[in-house]
């Protein structure tokens, strides 16, 4: 697959506050997704891609040219900020012929047309964009960086504010576009929209990318990482003994209020641990997992990567 | 050059806000007050220079361009919904134009046309009313540059106006005579003073110096708003 999208040792920098560390990743035709938590770096990278923020360090092109003060880039790149100001005084119509206007194209009714049908916005086109919901002004905004039939798009978290309705007619229009062969990037921070929509994807933490791949393959090394729980039993000490010979027990550690277990095995441990109790009569009191945030996750990727 | 999309959707945005009447305040003062003049002392012949001369281009004309000169690139930077004009291949420079041009417009419309029509309501002043209004309309088009570029330049172009235009203008180009060298309200006022000489209206600099200077400052400031537009940056929040 040919990269359409190449950054090589790209780094961005406010200050002394490194927003993007020495990333390199390629992107190619399809839908790639850029999964991580909330700051970790995504809109930086998106913003460089679109020419709308310089690298501090290192090397970035789009269709083999630099984005960077390159307006013509904006002929095969279209752009969805995750902004949500638009020209909220004009119709969803007016906005999207703007753009294709803007964009000098020869038959601006057929274009406008086409992208607000594609949309799925041809019934509220004629309202003025300031009456439309969070998820219709995605919607609209998407329908304007498709005007010009762009061979790259770049969508910063397309899904917010949209209802499931929406979210899944996006993803559809999305995975159809990409299996057009065009370049689709987008950013979230919610793990199913990426697995839904991308077989490819980027993982960011902190600035860094954590991962790099094909979906299915980091969501593996992502299950299979240890999970701990904390237990509270009516006998701690003999579920601590019962647990120790189990093959997905890692660790099993008594503490002053229960046990801790370490399980490398997230799906085994949870169906045998109500099982186990049963059978030796012990009664579960409190089954509690610990760190189950998305930046533990992350933060599980890049210490498996540096090992 | 000039783009006309970008021309319909900077007027949209302008005027069909409410601060479109903000614009009209200055203007409505000065008509008003030129009736009340009128009516009041109507064979004086000193109260037209002052009041179309003094308050037309020290209070009218630049207050006027500075909201409307900021506010035709700078509201929509601020808002961020310039990145939707800008991840389009429309040159940086035809952008900054025909901002620029809007807002040159504008101000003529808003502060050099009412300063005819007070000039014409004053008595006795229909040749100082035409040298005024060609005056405004040359300050329009040199402060529209001039604010247009400040909009790009800094996210504070409404406060540093207010400081030019008060401080530098209002101040320092009347007690120190290099200051007028910097001075838009001096080169309109130049050129208004050479259509119609006036001792009153005070005008520092000759016509050829305030032309010239004026067409470097426009042109500069053009120039320079269109290299930082070019380089226009998401503000980017630190991971």
């Known amino acids: ?103 000098s194209l020869p038959e601006i009714g057929a274009a406008t047309r086409r992208a607000i049908d594609m949309t799925d916005m041809a019934d509220a086109a004629g309202r003025r964009i300031s009456t439309y919901s969070k998820g219709m002004r995605q919607r609209i905004k998407v329908a304007a960086a498709l005007v010009h039939d762009p061979e790259i798009l770049l969508l910063d978290e ?33 793990l199913e929209e990426v697995e839904r929509l991308s077989g490819t994807i980027q993982v960011m933490v902190a600035g860094r990318l954590a991962a790099s791949g094909d979906f299915r393959a980091i969501r593996r090394l992502m299950t299979s990482r240890p999970h701990v729980f904390n237990i509270r039993s009516s006998d701690d000490r003999r579920l601590a003994a019962v647990l120790v010979g189990r093959p997905y027990t890692n660790a099993v550690e008594l503490t002053g209020k229960g046990l801790q277990v370490r399980t490398s095995d997230f799906g085994a441990f949870c169906e045998q641990i109500a099982v186990l109790t049963r059978d030796h009569g012990i009664t579960l009191r ?22 | 050059m000039f783009n006309p999309t970008v021309a319909m959707l900077t007027l949209r945005a302008t005027v069909g806000r409410r601060r479109v009447l903000l614009f009209a305040v200055p203007a409505v003062i000065l008509i008003v007050l030129t009736l009340v003049l009128r009516a009041s002392h109507p064979a004086a012949v000193l109260w037209p220079d002052q009041v179309l001369g003094d308050f037309g281009f020290s209070v009218l004309l630049p207050l006027t361009a500075l909201i409307i000169g900021t ?8 808002d961020g919904s310039a990145i939707h004009l800008l991840a389009t291949p429309v040159r940086r420079s035809a952008v900054v134009f025909t901002k620029f041009a809007v807002a040159a417009v504008l101000t003529m419309l808003f502060a050099a046309v009412p300063e005819l029509i007070a000039g ?23 402060y529209a540059a001039v604010f247009v570029m400040a909009s790009v330049l800094t996210t504070r172009a ?10 530098w203008e209002g101040l320092l180009g009347n ?7 910097l001075s838009v309200a001096h080169y309109s006022l130049g050129i208004a003073n050479a259509i119609y000489p006036d001792q009153s209206l005070n005008a520092g600099l000759s016509l050829s110096t305030s032309v010239t200077l004026g067409i470097i ?4 400031a053009l120039i320079l708003a269109t290299r930082r537009l070019s380089a226009f940056a998401i503000k980017g929040e630190p991971a």
């Open chain 1, 1 to 103: 697959m040919s990269s359409v999208i190449d950054l090589t040792n790209v780094s961005r920098w406010y200050g002394n506050v490194v927003a993007v560390n020495d990333i390199t990743m390629s992107v190619g035709p399809g839908v790639t997704g850029l999964l991580g938590p909330n700051g970790a770096g995504k809109s930086t990278i998106l913003h460089m891609i679109s020419g709308f923020l310089a690298p501090s360090k290192g090397t970035l092109t789009v269709a083999g040219k630099s984005s960077w003060e390159n307006p013509d880039i904006y002929r095969t790149l279209g752009l969805v900020p995750e902004r949500d100001s638009v020209y909220a005084f004009l119709t969803g119509e007016q906005f999207v012929r703007a753009t294709a206007k803007l964009q």
């Open chain 1, 158 to 190: 397309p899904f917010n504010g949209m209802d499931p309705r929406q979210r899944i007619h996006m993803m559809d229009l999305l995975a159809k576009l990409g299996a057009e062969g065009r370049t689709i990037l987008f950013s979230s921070h919610i």
């Open chain 1, 286 to 307: 409190e089954l509690l997992p610990t760190d189950e945030s998305l930046e533990s996750v992350f933060g599980y990727l890049i210490s498996s990567q540096g090992n």
């Open chain 2, 71 to 78: 506010g035709v690139l700078g509201a929509e930077i601020d």
């Open chain 2, 120 to 142: 014409l309501l004053a008595p006795h002043s229909g040749k100082l009313a035409l040298a005024l209004f060609t005056g405004a309309v040359a300050g329009s088009v040199i």
């Open chain 2, 158 to 167: 409404i406060a540093l106006g207010l400081l030019y235009v008060l401080i």
């Open chain 2, 175 to 181: 007690l120190v005579g290099g200051a007028r060298i």
């Open chain 2, 217 to 220: 400052v426009t042109v500069g």
